[in-house]
């Protein structure tokens, strides 16, 4: 070789040589914290921030990036569907998580989100244990932070409600969630066969029976919680045992009349109790201390508990709120102190908003109404009996969801798709409370690109679904019992928040609209990890650019 050819090739040696060493390798926060509150509307942000503290809700808005326009992006909005599909980036068309429960045709039964009859309990009631995620059929962001390190990783989800831990840990992750006979915390055989020692130390501290033996009292004078009706009220669900929903709620004697230590579902502790857990699991597990990105995924199901039976106006749900508020400032000083400000990431978010109880939008001359499930079904069932001949048509009606039995149908040479239509028609002609009927067979047909309808087919799952998909009017609700409920595509049960803070996100806010199938991606993209196999949201490019 020349000694010109030399010095060239040498050169570029050293040339790539330079450029391989400016490349900087990318940096990854040492933890996640995703944050799920559960029932929490975009609006509680605002409503009681002027008592909020610095730490908690404010920081979030002070320092981190909000999309205050989002929503979910399919019917029906209920818990189960809601954490599956924060963490794979998809809607039920894809992951499967189509309901709570939902009835299965092959099986003649309802069937629960998260159960798995091949696993037990490890801990807790035997009646709890049955839980694993083998109904999502789609990985997480959860699972792909673990593929991305060969496992290495760790997850760990944490909630009240089995499904509100057990989903967004995916099907790689441990998650753990709390029995109501025990007043424990316990997972299944799907993730261990025995409590890890740090679990079993929290359970040893019997901090349910601490804090249910206390009164829950306003945190402050309640005369000044001027963000909510009057306490005693005809339209909120009072406690087992209870005449009317005043406060103070004296918890000792509850639990007489109580599901034994469910009743903390009920109360603020609940959120306590999680965090306790929380920060447990953070120094049981090392999380975040081992050199590789690890994710903690929470889930606050005590809102959506007291949202149900008090209500969104209620005083119960602004003490929530108040009490979250402080438990959050104190949880994020406990994450700077063991990470380092700005070394760790966290999103929160929500798996539904929530509806007003019907009865008091009625009392304010708001339309409003009670769809009464069972009164239908009875007759749309003679509707059947009279126009296609005696037989059990119905084989199950849940989920503002009809289904048909195809077997009899078949049986008497009666094209289902002629019924679909027929009943669609019987309903919306008969029940003021019915705004529009779709059928499985236009779901599966046609491609919707707006509206409710689109929604209903982004929910809408092709094996899982039933044969006629209802939507109610505005603030009509299939529920008859004080309290409320959600699970329409109106945006009282759309509109949740989505905000970061922490590892590289910019501080700021948009009001773009952006959908909760865009969390998972965004993720992916801050984290280097591949996308959830089933993702169909898109990254939010206000946090990422």
């Known amino acids: 070789m020349s000694m010109k050819r030399f010095l060239s090739v040498f050169l570029i040696a050293i040339s790539t040589v330079t450029t391989f060493a400016q490349i900087e390798i990318p940096q990854k926060p040492?933890?996640?914290?995703?944050?799920?509150?559960?029932q929490m509307r975009q609006e509680y942000f605002y409503k009681y921030q002027d008592r909020y503290t610095e730490g908690g809700f404010k920081r979030l808005m002070n320092e981190g990036f909000m999309m205050k326009n989002a929503h979910y992006?399919?019917?029906?909005?209920?818990?189960?569907?809601?954490?599956?599909?924060?963490?794979?980036?998809?809607t039920p068309a894809t992951h499967g998580i189509i309901a709570n429960n939902w009835y299965v045709r092959n099986l003649d039964r309802m069937i629960y989100c998260a159960e798995d009859s091949t696993v037990t309990a490890v801990g807790g009631s035997e009646k709890s244990g049955?839980?694993?995620?083998?109904?999502?059929?789609?990985?997480?962001?959860?699972?792909?932070?673990?593929?991305?390190?060969?496992?290495?990783?760790?997850?760990?989800?944490?909630?009240?409600?089995?499904?509100?831990?057990?989903?967004?840990?995916?099907h790689t992750g441990d998650a753990y969630w709390y029995d109501s006979g025990t007043g424990e915390f316990m997972t299944s055989t799907y993730y261990q066969e025995e409590l890890p020692e740090w679990v079993k130390a929290l359970n040893d501290q019997k901090l349910a029976e601490k804090y249910l033996s206390q009164k829950w009292e306003t945190l402050?004078?309640?005369?000044t919680y001027v963000q909510s009706i009057e306490d005693d009220n005809p339209f909120e669900g009072p406690f087992i045992g209870m005449e009317t929903t005043s406060f103070p709620h004296d918890l000792p004697a509850l639990m007489e009349n109580n599901d034994n230590f469910g009743l903390i579902s009920t109360t603020p502790f609940g959120n306590s109790i999680t965090l306790d857990m929380a920060y447990a699991a953070i120094e049981g597990e090392q999380l975040g201390k081992r050199g590789e990105t690890d994710l903690l995924a929470i889930s606050f199901s005590s809102p959506d508990y007291i949202g149900h039976r008090f209500g969104p106006s209620s005083v119960e749900i602004e003490d929530n709120y108040l009490r979250l508020d402080r438990d959050l400032e104190k949880f994020f000083d406990?994450?700077?102190?063991?990470?380092?400000?700005?070394?760790?990431?966290?999103?929160l978010t929500a798996d539904h908003a929530v509806a007003d109880i019907v009865d008091y939008m009625l009392s304010e001359n708001v339309p409003a109404g009670n769809f009464n499930t069972r009164s239908v079904l009875t007759q749309m069932r003679g509707f059947c009996a009279i126009n296609y001949g005696e037989g059990n048509w119905i084989s199950n009606f849940s989920n503002e969801q009809v289904f048909l039995n195809h077997e009899l149908a078949k049986e008497k040479g009666i094209e289902i798709e002629k019924?679909?239509?027929?009943?669609?028609?019987?309903?919306?002609?008969?029940?003021?409370?019915?705004?529009?009927?779709?059928?499985?067979?236009?779901?599966?047909?046609?491609?919707?690109?707006e509206g409710r309808k689109s929604l209903l087919q982004m929910g809408f799952n092709h094996k899982a679904s039933g044969d006629l998909l209802l939507i109610?009017?505005?603030?009509?609700?299939s529920s008859s019992w004080k309290g409320t409920t959600h699970g329409t595509g109106y945006t009282y049960d759309t509109h949740v928040p989505i905000v970061f803070m922490g590892w590289k996100v910019p501080h700021g806010t948009s009001s773009r609209y952006a959908t909760i199938t865009d969390i998972a991606p965004t993720l992916s993209m801050l984290l280097g990890t591949r996308l959830p196999n089933g993702a169909s949201g898109q990254p939010i490019l206000e946090i990422l650019d």
């Open 30 to 38: 040492k933890l996640v914290v995703g944050i799920v509150v559960d």
């Open 73 to 90: 992006n399919y019917i029906p909005t209920y818990t189960g569907p809601g954490h599956a599909s924060v963490y794979t980036g998809t």
């Open 130 to 170: 049955q839980i694993s995620p083998r109904n999502m059929l789609s990985t997480t962001i959860s699972d792909e932070l673990r593929f991305s390190t060969n496992k290495r990783s760790k997850v760990v989800g944490i909630a009240l409600k089995d499904r509100g831990a057990s989903l967004p840990a995916g």
């Open 220 to 223: 402050f004078p309640i005369e």
């Open 334 to 347: 406990y994450l700077d102190q063991e990470y380092g400000k700005g070394e760790y990431l966290v999103f």
């Open 419 to 449: 019924i679909q239509r027929e009943v669609a028609h019987f309903l919306l002609a008969r029940y003021p409370g019915v705004k529009e009927v779709y059928t499985a067979t236009d779901m599966r047909r046609l491609e919707y690109l």
């Open 472 to 477: 109610l009017e505005p603030a009509w609700l």
